[in-house]
């Protein structure tokens, strides 16, 4: 931001003499008295500029350091890219998915760890400098498959940087279990012949530690607190779960449900071959069976809630540190939306159960926690839900496709109506809406500091325009390469994507 210089300004002393001359020009004063008044009031007038001008300096400075603490602060929120301006360029590309699918793993300074599975059955896992594209190392995790078929759907690697570790770890659990697909339903799994967690230096990519896990575990494992958590069935077709340490497996704790899993729901298939999933999500553990089970744990393995067999359930994340319990819809839900033909129980702060709700949420691809007791749901407009009630907060006549971006107490939404809109999170007022070319890319983006959006071309590729968040006038915008079709984001990256998905390339 520029900054206008102040000058000092000399004022002029009114007397019964008129304007006084200069003190040392033509007719300066020659009373001793009225040259010492003279150069008192020279004096003041030029500490009063210099405080003005101190003064605005610290002031800008004080703002300066704000908005640096902001983009800091933007920088740790998920979804939230790094920053992009008018030299928006290609920084590399690739038409292997392995080397982009890092992006979206863990992050350790400026690599990007993740895991992919080849043709062959090799499952490994590798760090892309986030930047260039240079793999900067490559580790096997389990060797190639004998007989890989075409028709098994094999699971990759689950890998992520342990933020909560006292030392740097990227954390990986590797299994062989598959799905077979079936075309008269849904697939069969195939059990697995082996599981291990696998510990590796995210710097290096060496091997730290490894250790068995069941055969029966679900393919993620969660990372919370340094702890590696797991979800198997026991001999008995228990559920168990387990807080570990990673790299000795020595376990912190221990859960145990008190009844048997039920048989998976037939008209349902689990996209994971133990029919169990397990994500840390706001700080509890949640676990869903393909039976409609649902269990929610505290950071400390205690039941928080848990949801009998018999309808298809799962866990949401609602807001960044909010997730709710969901019936995606049966005949035995007491509270059911003929529309929608489901019901969420709001788990809290405090992993309280809060209100329901049948209303299906928006999805918040940034959350930044502005505005947190609210929850922001859709039907054929835009509404707001006050969790601390459960009580209607606002309705707003603005449609929202499915998701939006919420920063600095502002939700983003792009329609489809073709307009991009930035309404007041806490009121539901329309702040305002800019026009956009219809496009069959519906998605929107931020840095912190403005808001993306493509917009198609009539002459070649799309163009990425960025939006002030203030009152959406247009900043900058830039043609897309040739190849581009739709812009993703992965990790904190911005990535364009062709027609039909054969080539990507990282933009920056």
Not at 98 to 110: E, K, N
Not at 220 to 225: E, F, S, T
Request: with cysteine; glycine share 8%.
């Amino acid at each position: 931001m520029g900054r206008e210089v102040m000058r000092p300004v000399e004022l002029a002393e009114e007397s019964s003499h008129g304007t006084e001359p200069l003190a040392n020009g033509p007719g300066a004063p020659t009373d001793p008295a009225l040259a010492r008044r003279w150069a008192r009031q020279r004096r003041w007038a030029l500490a009063v500029a210099a405080a003005l001008v101190l003064g605005m300096v610290g002031t800008q400075a004080v703002l300066d350091a704000r908005e640096r603490a902001r983009l800091a602060h933007l920088a740790t929120v998920p979804g939230v890219l790094a920053p992009l301006d008018a030299s928006l360029r290609p920084l590399w590309s690739s038409s292997d998915w392995a080397m982009v699918y890092p992006l979206a793993g863990g992050a350790f300074g400026d690599l990007s760890v993740g895991a992919y599975i080849d043709n062959a059955g090799e499952r490994t896992a590798r760090a892309v400098r986030t930047r260039t594209g240079e793999v900067v190392w490559s580790t096997v995790l389990s060797a190639a498959e004998p007989t890989a078929r075409s028709t098994v759907m094999r699971r990759e690697p689950w890998c992520s940087v342990d933020e909560g570790a006292k030392t740097p770890q990227a954390v990986c659990l590797v299994s062989d279990a598959a799905l077979l697909s079936n075309a008269d339903g849904p697939p069969t799994p195939v059990p697995a012949a082996f599981a291990r967690l696998v510990v590796l230096d995210p710097m290096t990519g060496r091997k730290l530690a490894q250790h068995d896990e069941p055969l029966s575990s679900a393919s993620a494992v969660g990372l919370l607190d340094g702890f590696a958590v797991v979800a198997s069935r026991s001999d008995q077709d228990d559920l168990v779960v387990v807080a570990e340490d990673p790299l000795t497996g020595d376990v912190r704790w221990r859960f145990e449900s008190s009844a048997p899993l039920a048989p998976a729901l037939p008209d349902t298939g689990s996209a994971d071959p133990s029919g169990l999933t397990l994500a840390v999500v706001a700080g509890h553990i949640a676990v869903t069976a393909s039976g409609g089970e649902v269990w929610v744990l505290s950071r400390d393995g205690e039941l928080v809630d848990s949801t009998p067999p018999g309808d298809i359930t799962g866990v949401q994340a609602l807001r960044a540190d909010v997730i709710a319990v969901v019936d995606f819809g049966r005949s035995t839900s007491t509270v059911r939306s003929t529309s929608t033909g489901r019901s969420m129980r709001i788990v809290g702060h405090d992993g309280s159960l809060g209100a329901a709700y049948d209303q299906v949420p928006v999805t918040l691809h940034v959350d930044d926690g502005s505005v947190p007791n609210l929850l922001f749901t859709m039907s054929d407009k835009l509404v707001a839900w006050d969790m601390t009630t459960g009580n209607l907060a606002w309705t707003s006549s603005v449609s929202v496709n499915a998701s939006a971006l919420l920063l600095d107490g502002r939700l983003y939404v792009r329609t489809s109506s073709d307009l991009l809109y930035a309404i007041d999170a806490a009121t539901g007022t329309t702040l305002w809406d800019v026009p956009l070319t219809s496009s069959p890319d519906g998605s929107v983006s931020t840095d912190g500091r403005s808001i993306l959006a493509s917009e198609p071309s009539a002459t070649g590729p799309p163009t990425l325009v960025a939006f002030a968040t203030d009152d959406g006038r247009r900043l900058w915008k830039v043609r897309l390469p040739d190849s581009v079709a739709y812009v993703w984001t992965l990790g904190r990256q911005l990535i364009g994507v062709s027609e039909d998905g054969s080539s990507t390339v990282v933009l920056g």
